[in-house]
């Protein structure tokens, strides 16, 4: 059997539902992975609303939720992940960027929960009524979902942490790196590893380069860096992720042609794609 990649959230930083967004999409971060009978979910910004009405709808019964890190914008979709609330769903949450972190952070349980508690949510964690795990893992693990399905994870370059994941099965592969920062004139040889020969890479392009020089320190790359390392590691297929909030839909037609241009076999990730591997 193949993946099945689907895109329900591509912007980065905050939601955008502006009429000049809608081509490419407003939600931010979260992207569904279909491998054997594993439905993973990279990430749990406002585009999980969505997944969670597809998957009530369908009826599905278990998914597992890799979190990139617990920045805002990657999160605040968790609230309303409506799956969460019914009794008997199996849900494992995954992060690597909390465990033994020397700045002190919470747990990743106390982190959502922290969210969604009042005066910030009314809604308290423990209302969620599924059968809700939480797993705490060093980014550069590895681990199996079942005997069909393993997850490599690398640490990425992002203020307070972040992790990339690899998702393996059937000999496809699918690689999620955002938030990341480059250091220009070096290769991050984390990410190399992680999207070595992959299917496909979804990236952190929120900047251009000239963007990039100002935003030095603020955790993010540029599609330039994307198309080189995926290129460099011999990777199938680029997405372009984690777009810009300034970036209308014709400021992104200009980047995903730019791109292309430079390398056919990328492309900008939009909201409601489906890729299969």
Known sequence: MGVSVRFWGVRGTIPCPLATHMAFGGNTSCVEVTAGSQRIVFDAGTGIRLLGRQMMAEQVSHATLLLSHTHLDHISGFPF??????????????????????????????????????????????TMGCNLEFQEITAGDRFALDDAVTVRTAPLNHPD????????????????????????????????????????????????????????????????????????????????????????DDIMDTIERDARSLWPACFAAREGMTVTL
């Open 81 to 126: 992940f409506t799956p969460a609330f019914q009794p008997g769903f199996e849900f494992r949450v995954v992060a690597g960027h909390l465990k033994g972190n020397r700045a002190g952070y919470p747990d990743l349980q106390s982190v959502l929960a922290r969210q969604m508690a009042r005066p910030l949510f009314p809604v308290p964690l423990k």
């Open 161 to 248: 942490g972040a992790t990339g994941y690899r998702v393996e099965h059937g000999g496809r592969s699918v690689a999620y790196v955002t938030d990341t920062e480059h250091i220009p004139g070096q290769t991050d040889q984390c990410i190399l590893d992680l999207i070595a020969d992959a299917d496909l890479v979804i990236y952190d392009a929120t900047y251009t380069d000239e963007e990039f020089a100002c935003k030095i320190g603020w955790g993010h790359s540029t599609w330039r860096e994307g198309v080189r390392l995926a290129r460099l590691a011999g990777a199938a297929r680029l997405a372009l992720f984690h777009h810009e909030p300034d970036h209308d």
